[in-house]
Protein backbone atom coordinates (compact mmCIF):
# COMPACT_ATOMS: atom_id res chain seq x y z
CA UNK A 1 0.00 0.00 0.00
CA UNK A 2 1.53 3.08 -1.34
CA UNK A 3 -0.38 5.50 -0.91
CA UNK A 4 -0.76 7.68 2.54
CA UNK A 5 -4.23 8.01 1.81
CA UNK A 6 -5.42 4.32 1.33
CA UNK A 7 -3.42 4.07 4.55
CA UNK A 8 -5.27 6.23 6.51
CA UNK A 9 -8.23 4.95 5.11
CA UNK A 10 -7.50 1.45 6.35
CA UNK A 11 -6.27 2.63 9.78
CA UNK A 12 -8.99 4.23 10.37
CA UNK A 13 -11.86 1.52 9.52
CA UNK A 14 -9.09 -0.94 11.07
CA UNK A 15 -9.24 0.39 14.29
CA UNK A 16 -13.20 1.01 14.06
CA UNK A 17 -13.22 -3.22 13.72
CA UNK A 18 -10.83 -3.48 16.71
CA UNK A 19 -12.89 -1.29 18.76
CA UNK A 20 -16.04 -3.55 17.81
CA UNK A 21 -14.50 -6.86 18.24
CA UNK A 22 -13.36 -5.45 21.66
CA UNK A 23 -16.97 -4.48 22.38
CA UNK A 24 -18.50 -7.61 21.77
CA UNK A 25 -16.37 -9.84 23.50
CA UNK A 26 -16.43 -7.07 26.83
CA UNK A 27 -20.18 -7.89 26.43
CA UNK A 28 -19.76 -11.60 26.47
CA UNK A 29 -17.95 -11.73 29.45
CA UNK A 30 -20.24 -9.31 31.08
CA UNK A 31 -22.97 -11.46 30.17
CA UNK A 32 -21.21 -14.68 31.10
CA UNK A 33 -20.56 -13.18 34.69
CA UNK A 34 -24.45 -11.77 34.93
CA UNK A 35 -25.41 -15.28 34.73
CA UNK A 36 -24.41 -16.61 37.75
CA UNK A 37 -26.10 -14.60 40.23
CA UNK A 38 -29.05 -13.72 37.06
CA UNK A 39 -32.30 -13.58 39.11
CA UNK A 40 -33.94 -14.42 35.77
CA UNK A 41 -34.31 -18.41 36.33
CA UNK A 42 -35.14 -17.67 39.21
CA UNK A 43 -38.32 -16.15 38.66
CA UNK A 44 -38.89 -18.13 35.58
CA UNK A 45 -39.16 -21.48 38.24
CA UNK A 46 -41.50 -19.15 40.12
CA UNK A 47 -43.43 -18.43 37.08
CA UNK A 48 -43.33 -22.34 36.23
CA UNK A 49 -44.26 -23.86 39.65
CA UNK A 50 -47.31 -21.36 39.65
CA UNK A 51 -48.43 -22.65 36.78
CA UNK A 52 -47.78 -26.23 37.76
CA UNK A 53 -49.83 -25.37 40.71
CA UNK A 54 -52.67 -23.60 39.19
CA UNK A 55 -52.92 -26.84 36.92
CA UNK A 56 -53.21 -29.51 39.67
CA UNK A 57 -55.68 -27.21 41.85
CA UNK A 58 -57.96 -25.90 38.86
CA UNK A 59 -57.21 -28.20 36.01
CA UNK A 60 -56.70 -27.61 32.11
CA UNK A 61 -59.91 -24.48 32.38
CA UNK A 62 -58.30 -22.50 34.90
CA UNK A 63 -54.36 -23.75 33.21
CA UNK A 64 -55.92 -22.02 30.60
CA UNK A 65 -57.32 -18.72 32.17
CA UNK A 66 -53.31 -18.70 34.23
CA UNK A 67 -51.38 -18.88 30.93
CA UNK A 68 -53.59 -16.32 28.83
CA UNK A 69 -53.03 -13.51 31.85
CA UNK A 70 -49.38 -14.25 31.72
CA UNK A 71 -49.29 -14.65 27.83
CA UNK A 72 -50.75 -11.11 27.61
CA UNK A 73 -48.70 -9.98 30.72
CA UNK A 74 -45.28 -10.81 29.58
CA UNK A 75 -46.10 -10.33 25.64
CA UNK A 76 -45.04 -13.98 25.37
CA UNK A 77 -46.41 -17.08 24.64
CA UNK A 78 -46.05 -20.10 27.48
CA UNK A 79 -47.34 -23.75 27.17
CA UNK A 80 -47.46 -26.68 30.23
CA UNK A 81 -47.49 -30.02 28.62
CA UNK A 82 -46.92 -33.38 30.19
CA UNK A 83 -43.86 -35.19 30.46
CA UNK A 84 -44.91 -36.69 26.90
CA UNK A 85 -45.53 -33.21 25.12
CA UNK A 86 -49.06 -33.08 25.38
CA UNK A 87 -50.32 -29.25 26.28
CA UNK A 88 -52.29 -29.86 29.24
CA UNK A 89 -54.31 -26.68 28.52
CA UNK A 90 -55.96 -27.42 24.60
CA UNK A 91 -54.42 -31.53 24.40
CA UNK A 92 -52.67 -30.45 21.45
CA UNK A 93 -49.52 -32.60 20.97
CA UNK A 94 -46.01 -30.15 21.39
CA UNK A 95 -43.39 -32.48 21.29
CA UNK A 96 -42.20 -31.07 18.05
CA UNK A 97 -41.00 -27.30 19.71
CA UNK A 98 -39.82 -29.44 22.36
CA UNK A 99 -37.45 -31.61 20.08
CA UNK A 100 -36.22 -27.90 19.00
CA UNK A 101 -34.91 -26.88 22.13
CA UNK A 102 -32.90 -28.46 24.66
CA UNK A 103 -33.58 -27.63 28.27
CA UNK A 104 -32.93 -24.25 30.02
CA UNK A 105 -30.79 -21.63 28.62
CA UNK A 106 -29.71 -23.01 25.18
CA UNK A 107 -33.03 -21.99 23.31
CA UNK A 108 -34.40 -23.49 19.58
CA UNK A 109 -36.38 -20.98 17.57
CA UNK A 110 -39.43 -21.10 15.52
CA UNK A 111 -39.25 -20.55 11.66
CA UNK A 112 -40.60 -16.95 12.46
CA UNK A 113 -37.36 -16.39 14.46
CA UNK A 114 -39.37 -16.52 18.19
CA UNK A 115 -37.20 -17.98 20.09
CA UNK A 116 -38.15 -21.10 22.30
CA UNK A 117 -36.99 -21.80 26.00
CA UNK A 118 -37.94 -25.29 27.68
CA UNK A 119 -38.06 -25.81 31.37
CA UNK A 120 -38.88 -29.26 33.41
CA UNK A 121 -41.04 -27.87 36.80
CA UNK A 122 -41.76 -30.55 39.28
CA UNK A 123 -38.39 -32.87 38.67
CA UNK A 124 -38.94 -33.43 34.85
CA UNK A 125 -43.19 -34.09 35.17
CA UNK A 126 -44.18 -31.20 33.06
CA UNK A 127 -42.47 -29.39 30.17
CA UNK A 128 -43.07 -25.53 30.33
CA UNK A 129 -42.10 -23.86 27.29
CA UNK A 130 -42.35 -20.08 26.97
CA UNK A 131 -42.13 -18.81 23.19
CA UNK A 132 -40.31 -15.27 22.97
CA UNK A 133 -39.67 -12.87 19.94
CA UNK A 134 -36.02 -11.50 20.94
CA UNK A 135 -35.87 -8.20 21.95
CA UNK A 136 -33.11 -7.40 19.05
CA UNK A 137 -31.38 -9.18 15.96
CA UNK A 138 -27.98 -8.80 14.80
CA UNK A 139 -29.60 -8.05 11.44
CA UNK A 140 -31.88 -5.24 12.79
CA UNK A 141 -28.17 -3.50 14.18
CA UNK A 142 -26.91 -4.41 10.84
CA UNK A 143 -27.85 -1.01 9.11
CA UNK A 144 -26.56 1.52 12.13
CA UNK A 145 -23.37 -0.49 12.37
CA UNK A 146 -23.02 -0.02 7.87
CA UNK A 147 -24.14 3.48 8.87
CA UNK A 148 -21.17 3.82 11.29
CA UNK A 149 -18.75 2.77 8.84
CA UNK A 150 -19.98 4.72 6.08
CA UNK A 151 -19.29 7.85 8.49
CA UNK A 152 -15.88 6.39 9.63
CA UNK A 153 -15.18 6.08 5.91
CA UNK A 154 -16.13 9.55 4.45
CA UNK A 155 -13.96 11.19 7.75
CA UNK A 156 -11.14 8.95 6.67
CA UNK A 157 -11.28 10.38 3.43
CA UNK A 158 -11.56 13.63 4.25
CA UNK A 159 -8.74 13.29 6.51
CA UNK A 160 -6.59 11.79 4.00
CA UNK A 161 -7.32 14.48 1.13
CA UNK A 162 -6.34 16.99 3.74
CA UNK A 163 -3.19 14.88 4.21
CA UNK A 164 -2.44 13.88 0.56
CA UNK A 165 -3.46 16.38 -1.36
CA UNK A 166 -0.87 19.70 0.13
CA UNK A 167 1.55 16.14 0.02
CA UNK A 168 1.13 15.69 -3.66
CA UNK A 169 1.16 19.20 -4.44
CA UNK A 170 4.65 20.03 -2.57
CA UNK A 171 5.87 17.03 -4.42
CA UNK A 172 5.24 18.79 -7.80
CA UNK A 173 6.66 22.33 -6.65
CA UNK A 174 9.81 20.13 -5.68
CA UNK A 175 9.65 18.01 -9.03
CA UNK A 176 9.63 21.49 -11.29
CA UNK A 177 12.40 22.71 -9.11
CA UNK A 178 14.51 20.06 -9.91
CA UNK A 179 13.58 20.23 -13.58
CA UNK A 180 14.86 23.68 -12.98
CA UNK A 181 12.44 25.97 -12.98
CA UNK A 182 14.25 27.56 -9.75
CA UNK A 183 11.03 30.05 -9.08
CA UNK A 184 8.89 27.26 -8.08
CA UNK A 185 7.55 27.80 -4.52
CA UNK A 186 4.97 26.11 -2.12
CA UNK A 187 3.99 28.91 -0.64
CA UNK A 188 2.36 27.42 2.00
CA UNK A 189 0.31 29.08 4.64
CA UNK A 190 -0.50 25.77 6.62
CA UNK A 191 0.57 25.87 9.99
CA UNK A 192 1.25 21.76 10.95
CA UNK A 193 3.68 19.78 9.72
CA UNK A 194 3.62 19.95 6.14
CA UNK A 195 3.24 24.04 6.55
CA UNK A 196 6.78 23.85 8.33
CA UNK A 197 8.21 21.51 5.70
CA UNK A 198 6.57 23.62 2.96
CA UNK A 199 8.76 26.82 4.19
CA UNK A 200 11.61 24.62 5.19
CA UNK A 201 11.99 24.05 0.68
CA UNK A 202 10.87 27.43 -0.31
CA UNK A 203 13.94 28.67 2.13
CA UNK A 204 15.95 26.01 0.93
CA UNK A 205 15.37 26.98 -3.19
CA UNK A 206 15.36 30.47 -2.13
CA UNK A 207 19.47 29.98 -1.33
CA UNK A 208 20.11 27.67 -4.04
CA UNK A 209 18.25 29.67 -6.53
CA UNK A 210 20.54 33.15 -5.09
CA UNK A 211 23.50 30.44 -5.25
CA UNK A 212 22.72 29.41 -9.03
CA UNK A 213 22.18 32.94 -10.28
CA UNK A 214 25.40 34.26 -8.38
CA UNK A 215 27.42 31.39 -9.79
CA UNK A 216 25.87 32.07 -13.28
CA UNK A 217 26.39 35.96 -13.21
CA UNK A 218 30.32 35.48 -11.99
CA UNK A 219 30.87 32.75 -14.79
CA UNK A 220 29.85 35.03 -16.89
CA UNK A 221 31.84 37.89 -15.69
CA UNK A 222 35.04 35.57 -15.44
CA UNK A 223 34.18 34.65 -18.90
CA UNK A 224 34.10 38.58 -19.83
CA UNK A 225 37.03 39.14 -17.74
CA UNK A 226 39.22 36.90 -19.46
CA UNK A 227 38.56 37.77 -23.03
CA UNK A 228 40.09 41.18 -22.84
CA UNK A 229 43.68 40.03 -21.56
CA UNK A 230 43.41 37.11 -23.86
CA UNK A 231 43.22 39.75 -27.07
CA UNK A 232 45.55 42.21 -25.82
CA UNK A 233 48.08 38.86 -26.00
CA UNK A 234 47.34 37.67 -28.71
CA UNK A 235 47.69 41.00 -30.23
CA UNK A 236 51.10 41.50 -28.60
CA UNK A 237 52.72 38.00 -29.35
CA UNK A 238 51.49 39.26 -32.84
CA UNK A 239 53.46 42.06 -32.48
CA UNK A 240 56.27 40.69 -30.52
CA UNK A 241 56.55 38.15 -34.19
CA UNK A 242 56.41 40.42 -37.03
CA UNK A 243 56.72 44.20 -35.70
CA UNK A 244 60.40 45.86 -35.33
CA UNK A 245 62.55 45.02 -32.53
CA UNK A 246 62.34 47.86 -30.62
CA UNK A 247 58.20 46.67 -30.19
CA UNK A 248 59.23 43.02 -29.40
CA UNK A 249 60.35 44.14 -25.72
CA UNK A 250 57.69 46.67 -25.01
CA UNK A 251 55.23 43.38 -26.85
CA UNK A 252 56.80 40.63 -24.57
CA UNK A 253 56.59 43.28 -21.35
CA UNK A 254 53.10 43.47 -22.11
CA UNK A 255 52.58 39.46 -22.66
CA UNK A 256 54.46 39.15 -19.08
CA UNK A 257 51.81 41.42 -17.87
CA UNK A 258 48.79 40.14 -19.03
CA UNK A 259 49.52 36.90 -17.98
CA UNK A 260 50.65 37.97 -14.59
CA UNK A 261 47.29 39.11 -14.49
CA UNK A 262 45.33 36.81 -15.48
CA UNK A 263 47.03 34.22 -13.16
CA UNK A 264 46.00 37.05 -10.18
CA UNK A 265 42.55 36.68 -11.41
CA UNK A 266 42.50 32.91 -11.23
CA UNK A 267 44.42 32.99 -7.74
CA UNK A 268 41.71 35.23 -6.41
CA UNK A 269 38.85 33.45 -8.42
CA UNK A 270 40.28 30.13 -6.30
CA UNK A 271 40.15 32.09 -3.11
CA UNK A 272 36.55 32.99 -3.71
CA UNK A 273 35.45 30.09 -4.42
CA UNK A 274 37.09 28.20 -1.92
CA UNK A 275 35.28 30.86 0.40
CA UNK A 276 32.14 29.53 -0.81
CA UNK A 277 33.43 25.87 -0.09
CA UNK A 278 31.90 22.91 1.60
CA UNK A 279 30.28 24.76 5.04
CA UNK A 280 30.72 20.97 6.80
CA UNK A 281 34.78 20.64 6.30
CA UNK A 282 34.64 24.56 8.12
CA UNK A 283 37.52 24.28 10.66
CA UNK A 284 35.71 26.60 12.84
CA UNK A 285 37.73 28.10 16.02
CA UNK A 286 37.69 31.00 18.03
CA UNK A 287 39.46 33.49 16.32
CA UNK A 288 40.91 36.26 18.92
CA UNK A 289 40.36 39.60 16.94
CA UNK A 290 42.88 42.22 17.98
CA UNK A 291 45.84 39.33 17.95
CA UNK A 292 44.09 39.18 13.71
CA UNK A 293 44.42 43.18 12.87
CA UNK A 294 47.54 42.93 14.46
CA UNK A 295 48.92 40.41 12.32
CA UNK A 296 47.73 42.51 9.17
CA UNK A 297 48.77 45.86 10.29
CA UNK A 298 52.75 44.18 10.83
CA UNK A 299 52.17 42.44 7.32
CA UNK A 300 50.46 45.67 5.49
CA UNK A 301 53.29 48.29 7.46
CA UNK A 302 56.12 48.27 5.61
CA UNK A 303 54.73 48.26 2.68
CA UNK A 304 52.19 51.72 3.84
CA UNK A 305 55.79 53.12 4.96
CA UNK A 306 57.59 52.76 1.93
CA UNK A 307 54.52 55.17 0.32
CA UNK A 308 54.53 57.54 2.98
CA UNK A 309 51.46 56.23 4.61
CA UNK A 310 50.41 55.25 8.24
CA UNK A 311 48.50 52.55 9.65
CA UNK A 312 46.71 53.82 13.20
CA UNK A 313 45.02 50.65 14.49
CA UNK A 314 42.89 51.21 17.85
CA UNK A 315 41.62 48.56 19.76
CA UNK A 316 39.10 49.25 22.50
CA UNK A 317 39.49 45.68 24.31
CA UNK A 318 40.29 41.90 23.10
CA UNK A 319 37.71 40.62 21.29
CA UNK A 320 36.35 37.03 20.06
CA UNK A 321 34.64 35.91 17.51
CA UNK A 322 33.71 32.19 15.85
CA UNK A 323 35.25 31.35 12.96
CA UNK A 324 37.38 30.42 10.35
CA UNK A 325 40.95 32.46 10.89
CA UNK A 326 41.85 32.52 7.25
CA UNK A 327 38.75 33.90 6.10
CA UNK A 328 37.82 36.36 8.24
CA UNK A 329 41.79 37.05 7.93
CA UNK A 330 41.70 37.61 3.93
CA UNK A 331 38.36 39.67 4.19
CA UNK A 332 39.92 41.97 6.61
CA UNK A 333 43.01 42.62 5.00
CA UNK A 334 41.37 43.40 1.44
CA UNK A 335 39.83 45.82 2.81
CA UNK A 336 42.62 47.27 4.65
CA UNK A 337 44.82 47.26 1.56
CA UNK A 338 42.28 48.80 -0.23
CA UNK A 339 42.26 51.69 1.77
CA UNK A 340 46.18 51.65 1.59
CA UNK A 341 45.90 51.81 -2.00
CA UNK A 342 43.10 54.67 -1.85
CA UNK A 343 44.26 56.94 0.72
CA UNK A 344 46.31 60.22 -0.98
CA UNK A 345 50.30 60.29 0.20
CA UNK A 346 51.22 61.46 3.95
CA UNK A 347 47.52 60.40 5.39
CA UNK A 348 46.29 57.45 7.38
CA UNK A 349 44.54 54.65 7.63
CA UNK A 350 43.04 54.46 10.65
CA UNK A 351 41.51 50.62 12.10
CA UNK A 352 39.98 50.66 14.63
CA UNK A 353 38.01 47.18 16.78
CA UNK A 354 34.96 48.35 19.12
CA UNK A 355 31.89 46.35 20.56
CA UNK A 356 28.66 47.01 20.54
CA UNK A 357 25.87 44.91 21.70
CA UNK A 358 26.58 41.27 21.05
CA UNK A 359 28.68 42.36 18.21
CA UNK A 360 32.49 43.07 17.30
CA UNK A 361 32.85 45.76 14.89
CA UNK A 362 35.94 46.81 12.59
CA UNK A 363 36.53 50.08 10.77
CA UNK A 364 38.69 50.64 8.39
CA UNK A 365 38.75 54.72 6.88
CA UNK A 366 40.92 55.48 4.61
CA UNK A 367 41.31 59.64 3.39
CA UNK A 368 40.87 59.09 -0.18
CA UNK A 369 38.31 59.89 -2.55
CA UNK A 370 35.72 57.37 -1.47
CA UNK A 371 33.32 55.91 -3.71
CA UNK A 372 30.33 57.43 -5.78
CA UNK A 373 26.92 57.27 -3.48
CA UNK A 374 25.40 55.04 -5.96
CA UNK A 375 28.08 52.39 -6.61
CA UNK A 376 28.61 51.80 -2.51
CA UNK A 377 26.68 48.59 -2.55
CA UNK A 378 28.15 47.68 -6.15
CA UNK A 379 31.97 47.16 -4.63
CA UNK A 380 30.77 44.37 -3.24
CA UNK A 381 30.10 42.47 -6.27
CA UNK A 382 32.45 40.51 -8.33
CA UNK A 383 35.00 42.67 -11.22
CA UNK A 384 33.26 45.38 -9.79
CA UNK A 385 35.69 48.90 -9.77
CA UNK A 386 35.14 52.37 -10.19
CA UNK A 387 35.36 53.31 -13.47
CA UNK A 388 38.90 55.83 -12.56
CA UNK A 389 40.13 52.44 -11.10
CA UNK A 390 39.48 50.16 -14.16
CA UNK A 391 42.26 50.94 -15.90
CA UNK A 392 44.72 51.16 -13.33
CA UNK A 393 47.45 49.05 -13.32
CA UNK A 394 48.03 48.67 -9.60
CA UNK A 395 45.55 47.10 -7.84
CA UNK A 396 43.09 43.73 -7.85
CA UNK A 397 41.01 42.31 -10.44
CA UNK A 398 38.01 43.63 -8.65
CA UNK A 399 37.31 40.50 -6.53
CA UNK A 400 38.88 41.68 -3.27
CA UNK A 401 36.16 42.89 -1.71
CA UNK A 402 33.70 40.09 -3.36
CA UNK A 403 35.91 37.66 -0.91
CA UNK A 404 35.32 40.10 1.73
CA UNK A 405 31.08 40.08 1.48
CA UNK A 406 31.52 36.31 0.34
CA UNK A 407 33.48 35.79 4.00
CA UNK A 408 31.46 37.90 6.38
CA UNK A 409 28.43 36.98 5.10
CA UNK A 410 29.26 32.95 6.18
CA UNK A 411 30.01 34.16 9.45
CA UNK A 412 26.63 36.09 9.88
CA UNK A 413 28.41 39.10 9.97
CA UNK A 414 27.69 42.14 7.86
CA UNK A 415 29.76 44.64 5.93
CA UNK A 416 29.33 47.91 4.81
CA UNK A 417 30.60 50.59 2.75
CA UNK A 418 30.18 54.79 3.47
CA UNK A 419 31.62 57.73 2.34
CA UNK A 420 33.02 59.90 5.17
CA UNK A 421 34.39 62.84 3.12
CA UNK A 422 37.10 62.71 2.84
CA UNK A 423 37.59 59.60 2.43
CA UNK A 424 35.82 55.76 2.70
CA UNK A 425 34.77 53.95 5.90
CA UNK A 426 34.16 49.91 5.67
CA UNK A 427 32.69 48.39 8.64
CA UNK A 428 32.86 44.97 9.50
CA UNK A 429 29.98 43.45 11.67
CA UNK A 430 30.48 39.87 13.43
CA UNK A 431 28.83 38.54 16.04
CA UNK A 432 31.34 37.60 19.35
CA UNK A 433 31.50 34.38 20.63
CA UNK A 434 29.16 32.74 22.79
CA UNK A 435 30.32 31.92 26.28
CA UNK A 436 29.84 28.40 25.47
CA UNK A 437 31.99 28.50 22.70
CA UNK A 438 35.14 29.21 24.36
CA UNK A 439 36.08 25.54 25.49
CA UNK A 440 36.99 25.69 21.72
CA UNK A 441 40.50 26.18 21.46
CA UNK A 442 42.00 29.54 20.36
CA UNK A 443 42.88 30.02 16.66
CA UNK A 444 46.80 31.58 17.37
CA UNK A 445 47.11 34.48 15.31
N1 LIG B 1 39.03 52.60 0.17
C1 LIG B 1 38.52 52.79 -1.05
N2 LIG B 1 38.40 54.04 -1.58
C2 LIG B 1 37.88 54.21 -2.81
N3 LIG B 1 37.42 53.21 -3.60
C3 LIG B 1 37.49 51.96 -3.14
C4 LIG B 1 38.03 51.67 -1.84
N4 LIG B 1 37.97 50.35 -1.66
C5 LIG B 1 37.42 49.83 -2.79
N5 LIG B 1 37.13 50.78 -3.68
C6 LIG B 1 36.50 50.59 -5.00
O1 LIG B 1 35.85 49.33 -5.01
C7 LIG B 1 36.34 48.55 -6.09
C8 LIG B 1 36.33 47.09 -5.72
O2 LIG B 1 37.27 46.79 -4.73
P1 LIG B 1 37.94 45.37 -4.68
O3 LIG B 1 36.85 44.40 -4.77
O4 LIG B 1 38.85 45.29 -3.54
O5 LIG B 1 38.68 45.30 -6.06
P2 LIG B 1 40.15 45.75 -6.43
O6 LIG B 1 40.80 46.24 -5.20
O7 LIG B 1 40.73 44.51 -6.98
O8 LIG B 1 39.96 46.81 -7.46
C9 LIG B 1 37.71 49.08 -6.35
O9 LIG B 1 38.08 48.83 -7.66
C10 LIG B 1 37.53 50.55 -6.10
O10 LIG B 1 36.96 51.16 -7.23
MG1 LIG C 1 40.98 45.15 -3.38
Not at 96 to 120: P, Q
Not at 185 to 203: N, P, Q, T, W
Not at 281 to 297: K, T, Y
Request: aromatic share 6%; proline share 3%; charged share 30%.
Amino acid sequence: MRSIFAKILVWSLGTFVLSLIAFWAISRMIDRRMRVGDPFPRMISLIEDDACRVYEEGGAERLSAHLRRLNAYLHAEHILTDSEGRDLATGEDRSDLISRSRVRHDHGRLDDGRMIFIGRPRHGKYYFINIVRPLFESRQILPYYSLIVVVIAVMGFVLAVHLAAPLRRLRGVVERFGRGELAARADSKRKDEIGELSRAFDEMAGRIETLMLAERRLLQDVSHELRSPLARLGFAVELARSGPDADRDRALDRVRKEADRMSELIGELIELTRVEGDRGAWNAEIVSLDALLDQIIKDCEWEAGARRRRIVLKIERSVMVMGEHELLHRAVENVVRNALRHTPEGTTVDVDLSTRDDRALIRVRDFGSGVPEESLSAIFKPFFRVEIDRDRASGGVGLGLAIAHRAVDLHHGRIEARNVSPGLEVTIELPLARQDDEHIRVASA
